[in-house]
């Protein structure tokens, strides 16, 4: 099986505009969760997709979205992009909470 | 709210050493946990997944122990090797809400 795929693997913004990164996740798997890692904080969770439905969501502000498709694919979009939103964006998937978490690479948003 | 503490935050031990990493989480009610590894600028690799109901699971050279009701898992790395170098995350799963919640890792150099 394929894992997730995570594109784009870098990016390069500026301050105000927005980014939408992209997730597939392994065959089969119907939960898809965003992580935020920074130097600072750590791995810090955005939110859960299971079935196309948010689940969870973490403690960011509503300029953080996301969504899923009926392929279990999945987007994250940031609007209005701030310097600190500067990090690495990890999706991962699993089918079900008694299962292993399984991450892409990560996207690299680099905010100028 | 769950918080999950890594302790030490760096080690250095020399090949062919074993090594215990620590992790301690303050809420029990969990479904599992999980170690990963990370290698710098990548995503992270699941290495084992202990359910709550379980009290170790080995991989390999790996170990992993939990102690729910004291609220521990040690990852006990047997005969360590240059390869092992990495980033070792423990998570858990809540019951509940079903999130991650990561500690901050323990970067650990073995040296040749």
């Known amino acids: 099986k394929a894992g997730v795929t995570q594109t784009p693997r870098y990016l390069i913004k500026t301050r105000g505009q927005q980014v939408t990164l992209s997730c597939s996740p392994i065959?089969?798997?119907?939960?898809v969760s965003w992580y935020q890692q920074t130097p600072g904080q750590g791995l810090q969770f955005l939110f859960e997709y299971f079935s196309e439905t948010q689940r969870n969501k973490g403690n960011f502000p509503g300029r953080f979205s996301g969504r899923q498709f009926s392929n279990s694919r999945s987007e994250m979009n940031v609007s209005t992009l701030e310097l600190g939103d500067s990090a690495l964006y990890l999706c991962?998937?699993?089918?079900?909470?008694?299962?292993?978490?399984?991450f892409g690479s990560g996207t690299q948003l680099s905010v100028l | 709210k769950q918080e999950v503490t890594q302790i030490p935050a760096a080690l250095s031990v020399p090949e062919g050493e074993n090594l215990v990493l620590n992790c301690s989480f303050t809420?029990?009610?969990?479904?599992?946990l999980q170690w990963f590894r990370q290698d710098p600028g990548k995503g992270l690799t699941s290495l084992l997944l202990i359910q709550s109901s379980q009290r170790e699971q080995t991989s390999g050279r790996l170990n992993a122990s939990l102690d729910k009701s004291s609220g521990r898992s040690t990852l006990y790395i047997a005969a360590s090797q240059p390869g092992d170098s990495a980033t070792y995350l423990c998570?858990?799963?809540?019951?509940?809400?079903?999130?991650?919640?990561f500690g901050t890792g323990t970067r650990l150099t073995i040296i040749p």
């Open positions: 809420d029990s009610a969990i479904y599992n």
């Open positions: 065959s089969g798997h119907r939960s």
């Open positions: 991962a998937s699993r089918d079900s909470v008694y299962e292993k978490l399984f």
């Open positions: 998570a858990v799963t809540d019951f509940g809400n079903e999130k991650l919640t």
